[in-house]
């Protein structure tokens, strides 16, 4: 029976636990502030307070004397918050970079039922209707802001030596006008009817044979790299062409793979898909690019956040049985200095509270260093991986402020863990036991 209740006890402790560490990393850093604030006022207005900042200086004055073990909690949670931070550093990199490449005032029209361009097939009466929409903007012309795009993957030379996918967009004239951010920064736009490849640079940094004047073999022809164009964004990934060579090369007919459409201001996306639904001659669905992009980066963002947060939480394990260690093995040295505190008057809770900061001051330098070294590394950190399960995406490694400080959160919730025990039986420690000893 005694065997079941410990059992039982554990058990509800680490209950206890694993429902406080979630709302810790849940908190938003304003109200980790306020507790901090109201912790400083603790310690400085209260007697418990003020005999847990003395019992404190005291430990921390002697960390040089045990600078190897407190080295070990350190390094621990440094690497625990460096690994954690570089993974979901690259699960936002790869979400911003397709989500930033849409806007709530341009559509994106597809055949009904495609989650995405390459399974997709609009008709050349479809995209003659799509234009005529009244909510589509017009230029100085008069002509429709709408891009017919072909989409198709070619295989091309990593820069490893491997064989690659690369997206393939044929378009036209209009699709510069629908992206007015999208820069050519070397070369010239390829010539309409020619055999020619503007190039982001995304592709240009991931594929061998991408500079401007080298030729280039996708499908059965030699084609011409004539620019390079940056966007911010995916299309930086891609390879532009004429659509209809791009058609006439793969064999793709007169249909196009998807519709961009610029419209008259963000907010007639609404009018613009119900005048699509009204037509009976449409069988398509119209998405905001804003939206479209973030729905295509959130499957994949969320497998690399799991990813990041498994491994972290593994490694943090890790880290807290180190810090239990240290911590453990710094009670039972300073025993003698505890009792001694406590037979003069000071109670149990400044033990624990002096312990557990002494911890987490440990942490919070490993946060701080693996935080660091995490954004030296790999902050701006060039990677790739496969856009819509197909074509390469070249993308960028984001170690935003956030992030650092969700690393910073889960390196004080190891320190948390690892100082509580250590703390509680320093507290509980029998004081003429301890005075017995010296």
């Known amino acids: 029976?005694?065997?079941?209740?410990k059992v039982l006890r554990g058990f509800g402790l680490f209950l206890l636990l694993a429902v406080f560490l979630a709302a810790w990393i849940a908190l938003p850093w304003q109200a980790l502030i306020g507790i901090a604030v109201l912790f400083a006022l603790w310690m400085a207005f209260t007697r418990?307070?003020?005999q847990a900042a003395s019992v404190t200086r005291v430990g921390v004055g002697t960390l040089r004397q045990r600078l190897g073990a407190s080295s070990v909690v350190v390094i621990g949670i440094a690497g625990v918050v460096g690994v954690l931070v570089a993974l979901l550093a690259m699960a936002e990199g790869y979400r911003h970079t397709v989500s930033s490449s849409g806007s709530d005032d341009t559509a994106i029209v597809l055949r009904g039922g495609s989650s995405a361009e390459l399974m997709s097939v609009v008709s050349r009466d479809a995209i003659t209707a799509i234009e005529?929409?009244?909510e589509v903007a017009r230029d100085a012309e008069g002509r429709p802001l709408a891009?017919?795009?072909?989409v198709v993957s070619a295989n091309v030379v990593r820069r490893d030596g491997e064989d690659g996918s690369v997206?393939?967009?044929?378009?036209?004239?209009?699709?510069?006008?629908?992206?007015p951010d999208l820069k050519l920064v070397d070369g010239r736009r390829f010539e309409t009817g020619r055999r020619e490849l503007v190039v982001g640079k995304g592709a240009q940094r991931q594929f061998v044979g991408l500079d401007p004047g080298k030729e280039v073999r996708l499908g059965s022809q030699v084609w011409t790299v004539v620019g390079v164009f940056e966007s911010g964004d995916a299309m930086e990934s891609e390879m532009w062409a004429d659509a209809e060579v791009v058609s006439s090369t793969f064999n793709r007919g007169s249909s196009r793979a998807s519709v961009f459409a610029k419209l008259t201001d963000a907010g007639a996306f609404n009018a613009f898909k119900a005048t699509l639904a009204a037509d009976p001659r449409l069988q398509v669905e119209a998405d905001t690019t804003a939206d479209y992009f973030a729905s295509q980066s959130e499957a994949l963002t969320k497998v690399l956040r799991i990813i990041g947060i498994v491994v972290g939480s593994i490694m943090a394990i890790g880290a807290v049985f180190g810090a239990l260690n240290t911590m453990f093995a710094t009670v039972a040295s300073r025993a003698r200095e505890i009792a001694t505190l406590r037979a003069i008057g000071f109670r149990g809770m400044p033990?624990?509270?002096a312990v557990?900061?002494?911890?987490?001051l440990l942490a919070l330098l490993g946060g701080l260093l693996g935080g660091v070294l995490a954004w030296l590394v790999f902050n701006g950190y060039t990677a790739s991986t496969l856009a819509g399960g197909v074509a390469s995406l070249s993308f960028e490694f984001r170690v935003s402020p956030e992030l650092l400080w969700q690393g910073l959160k889960w390196a004080l919730a190891i320190g948390f863990v690892g100082g509580l025990f250590p703390a509680l039986r320093a507290a509980t420690l029998p004081v003429t036991d301890a005075l017995r000893a010296m």
């Open 1 to 5: 029976m005694t065997a079941l209740k």
């Open 48 to 50: 418990s307070g003020r």
């Open 132 to 134: 005529r929409a009244p």
């Open 147 to 150: 891009s017919a795009e072909l």
């Open 167 to 179: 997206t393939l967009r044929g378009v036209g004239d209009m699709a510069w006008a629908v992206r």
């Open 351 to 353: 033990v624990v509270v």
């Open 356 to 360: 557990m900061l002494e911890t987490m």
